[in-house]
């Protein structure tokens, strides 16, 4: 039996990130779960919610899969999978342009000034940020066709200014709440090379943080699991799970 595949969204997301990229794992016989995180079904709200909010959501997820899952997570939630790989027993570990975790210093200005613009919300680590379209433009969806990009803006929802704050100010954290460490099982980071919110520098570094292996896909930016070329990633996804199962085996 095929081990199964949860697939964790980013920030602003929810599980419809993974519409189309979930369905090659499907294909090859995975079982894929596609949650949407605290705050994101668009029923309540991400107000107050801590990344290890979300890490426990995920790890208590993969504690009640039959064998241990894979975890695949995009973007912010590429670090709520690093985090629930420390709470729970998992199999592989993937991660699609990852934020980084704590210790792990951005590589580009881009960065610095997401972690610093927040700010002008005034003490927004207590509210829920709404999507802003000019950011995830620039930044997320920038291979994306004006209509494609207007739809995945339109299905947007707030999220945990908490959140953002312990992801994007980490070192302003005395609780070091994103910290992580190598989770005991074989890792993956996948990085875009037009990406410049999570460079393949930096992705460099969180793989090294976890005893990873990196692979980067020159023409691709930030949104890895729906802009063009998305099929080549889900296909490196695939190969890792079958290389890495069959050298366990």
Not at 68 to 92: C, D, E, F, N, T
Not at 131 to 153: H, M, Q
Request: charged content about 15%; aromatic content about 8%; some cysteine.
């Amino acid at each position: 039996m095929r081990a199964p595949v949860i697939m964790v969204h980013g920030a602003f997301c929810g599980g419809w990130t993974f519409d189309a990229f979930r369905a090659p794992f499907e294909a090859a016989g995975h079982d894929v779960l596609t949650p949407d995180l605290i705050g994101h079904d668009g029923a309540s709200s991400a107000a107050g919610v801590s990344m290890t909010d979300y890490a426990r959501q995920v790890a208590r997820l993969a504690d009640a899969c039959e064998t241990p899952p894979i975890l695949i997570g995009h973007s912010m939630g590429g670090l709520v999978a690093q985090m629930a790989a420390s709470r729970a027993k998992i199999s592989k570990l993937i991660l699609l342009a990852p934020s980084a975790p704590w210790g792990v210093s951005g590589a580009s200005l881009e960065e610095a000034v997401s972690a610093v613009s927040l700010y002008t919300f005034g003490p927004y680590w207590l509210q829920a940020i709404a999507p802003d379209y000019g950011v995830v433009r620039r930044y997320s969806v920038d291979r994306l066709a004006k209509p494609e990009r207007k739809a995945i803006f339109a299905r947007m929802t707030a999220e945990s200014g908490r959140a953002l704050w312990e992801t994007l100010n980490w070192w302003l954290d005395p609780f070091m709440t994103t910290s992580v460490s190598a989770p005991g099982c074989p890792v993956l980071a996948i990085a875009g090379g037009q990406d410049v919110i999570h460079p393949p520098a930096t992705v460099r570094q969180t793989a090294a943080r976890l005893g990873g292996s990196v692979e980067v896909f020159p023409e691709m930016s930030h949104w890895l699991p729906g802009e063009p070329g998305w099929e080549a990633v889900a296909q490196r996804c695939l190969d890792f799970i079958a290389l890495e199962g069959r050298a366990a085996a």
